[in-house]
């Protein structure tokens, strides 16, 4: 089945620089990546996705990149801030209609003063 | 706005124990699911529900049933808790059954089994 790497763990940068969290996927079927938040103590939301007719979308100081030749996708956090800091789970849903997400392991993201 | 609730907030349980989690969300949403999440391994769906009385088996539902009894409500049954199992169970809903649309998660139920 589908399965989706996140290759940092962890993830620390300095306040005011840009951070860039990578995921790999398996499944070439995969059409939605969304990414969730989850700061400390508290649950899950979510804050951007991406589908796969397109390769960048952004709202506001997030980005997302989606590169479906290389199973690819990425979400940079722009100008980052304190507020920032959390752990940061990309997803991929292997099949638009079934309503399953397929979660990375997290990457946790620290911002440095 | 709406809210998930699950409860407990916390669960102790003994070896081979039924335990019972609960979730109520108030968005009338269609689609519910309930994910473990275990430390470094991100979270992994264990059952989802479509509408009411439909149950989808996800990844990890060996161990687990599910039952989702009215629209607003999915509840989840751990068969035999398992000694010195810890996890957070996370319930969530969305508006519809397609994995296009933004699941929002309740505050979770930590289980330990002691």
């Known amino acids: 089945g589908e399965k989706v790497e996140q290759h940092e763990s962890t993830l620390s940068v300095r306040e005011g620089d840009s951070a860039v969290i990578n995921c790999t996927y398996t499944?070439?079927?995969?059409?939605?990546f969304p990414w969730y938040k989850q700061e400390a103590g508290k649950s899950l939301h979510f804050v951007i996705d991406?589908?796969?007719?397109?390769d960048r979308k952004q709202s506001q100081r997030l980005i997302v990149l989606l590169d479906k030749k290389a199973k690819r996708f990425s979400l940079h956090i722009t100008a980052t801030q304190p507020e920032d800091s959390a752990i940061y789970f990309c997803?991929?849903?292997?099949?638009?209609?079934?309503?399953?997400?397929?979660f990375g392991q997290g990457t946790k993201l620290s911002i440095k003063p | 706005g709406g809210i998930i609730t699950q409860t407990p907030k916390f669960l102790i349980g003994q070896e081979g124990q039924k335990l019972t989690l609960k979730c109520q969300q108030n968005f009338n949403h269609d689609t519910m699911y309930w994910y473990r999440q275990d430390s470094g391994k991100g979270l992994r769906l264990i059952y989802y529900?479509?509408?009411?009385?439909?149950?989808q088996k996800g990844d990890l539902s060996e161990g687990y049933d599910a039952s989702r009894e009215k629209k607003s409500s999915f509840s989840l049954t751990v068969t035999s808790a398992q000694k010195n199992e810890m996890a957070v169970f996370l319930c969530a809903s969305s508006i519809g059954g397609t994995g296009g649309d933004e699941q929002y998660f309740g505050p979770g139920t930590r289980l330990t089994v002691l």
């Open positions: 499944d070439t079927a995969s059409s939605y």
């Open positions: 991406i589908r796969s007719n397109v």
């Open positions: 997803a991929a849903s292997m099949d638009y209609n079934q309503g399953k997400l397929i």
């Open positions: 529900s479509i509408t009411e009385n439909d149950l």
